[in-house]
């Protein structure tokens, strides 16, 4: 992975800030491929075409969902000396999640006067 | 009032996507595997939990009926998880859906039934005459045996629906009375609220007392059968 002072140097323009290679210059094409980008890299533009290059086969689908529930397992539960706060978080969030499925019955139970 | 009492009830969908799926699917997460030796605390307990049910309840079959241990145990902790979510707010619970209970409760019961009749013929006919029972009655006993037989999945069903259903609609019923006298006299809502938390202490235990039976009288068929 090149730096983005090296890409623009490539290029022939010499605008790079000493502290970071954070700054932009718009009229230089991108070099690195869209697909290996984050969400905070791509463009607001380019945003359609990157989500529609993501992987829709099944494992494709499975793999984030994994990746995720890894993610959390090991830093809250897998660990040491692992405390109620793992499930907890899980159950609190299960809970909102129903709230929401269900909200359209519990809009009437309201303590309105008028519904 | 009426029609919010059982939308609770309702198979959940969001925009035609079944998330009932997913609502069955949850209390897998919530069991993860043992790797290692010594794992977490989480998973330690779970382990100790289920030694402590797997000894309990497979220690009175033989070693035919013991071909069925992980089915049970899969059974028991299934129906006891999905039971204690139900007791969550907002939550939805799949066994108060008839349906499930009955894909749960006839295939089981076929299967020791039908094992029975395979390995011993004999004595799985002998099981519709008890016995001593005098001659002029056996016709009719037969008649109730095979009856008695056949309702076993059911009642299997019927039992784990009726049980959960009805206490979630006591818990709804109580809460929504509780709610409304608070406005007319609060020291009957405070009755009414030391009733609701009284229930909801016999909730979780029935949440878990259910899945017990229910996987006690599967295995219990199942050792009449093997």
């Known amino acids: 992975m090149t730096t983005f002072s090296e890409d623009l140097s490539q290029l022939g323009t010499v605008r790079a800030k000493a502290s970071g ?18 969400l905070m890299d791509v463009k607001l533009g380019a945003l359609p075409s990157w989500i529609l290059m993501w992987d829709f086969t099944p494992s494709g689908i499975a793999g984030p969902f994994q990746q995720g529930y890894y993610q959390y397992y090991n830093k809250y539960v897998n660990v040491k000396k692992g405390s109620i706060t793992g499930l907890s978080m899980v159950l609190t969030a299960y809970m909102v999640f129903s709230y929401c499925l269900s909200y359209k019955e519990l809009k009437h139970e309201r303590l309105w006067k008028y519904h | 009032m009426n029609e919010n009492l059982f939308t609770s009830f309702i198979t959940p969908t969001m925009v035609g996507i079944p998330v009932v799926v997913f609502i069955i699917a949850f209390p897998n997460i919530l069991f993860p595997n043992p790797n290692r030796l010594i794992n977490n605390r989480w998973t330690t307990i779970q382990l100790w939990m289920v030694n402590l049910i797997l000894k309990q309840m497979m220690m009175m079959h033989n070693i035919k009926g013991r071909t069925w241990s992980l089915m049970l145990i899969s059974l028991i902790m299934f129906i006891g998880s999905t039971n204690l979510l139900g007791l969550l707010p907002h939550s939805f619970t799949p066994t108060t859906q008839l349906s499930m209970n009955l894909g749960m409760a006839i295939p089981l019961w076929a299967g020791a039934v039908v094992m029975g009749f395979r390995h011993k013929t004999k004595a799985s006919l002998a099981h519709f005459l008890p016995q001593g029972t005098p001659i002029p009655l056996i016709p009719m006993l037969i008649i109730i045996e095979t009856i008695s037989l056949f ?4 009642a299997l069903a019927v039992r784990l629906t009726a049980n959960i259903t009805a206490g979630h609609l006591l818990i709804h019923l109580i809460g929504g009375a509780t709610l409304v006298l608070m406005s007319i006299s609060t020291p009957t809502a ?19 007392i259910q899945a017990y039976v229910f996987t006690l009288l599967v295995s219990l068929y199942l050792h009449d059968n093997t």
């Not at chain 2, 405070?190 to 878990?208: K, N, Q, S, Y």
């Open chain 1, 21 to 38: 290679t954070q700054f932009l210059d718009s009229k230089i094409a991108s070099v690195v491929p869209l697909k290996e980008r984050n």
């Open chain 2, 190 to 208: 405070m009755i009414t609220f030391i009733i609701l938390i009284f229930l909801t202490i016999l909730e979780f235990a029935v949440a878990l």
């Open chain 2, 151 to 154: 309702i076993q999945p059911m």
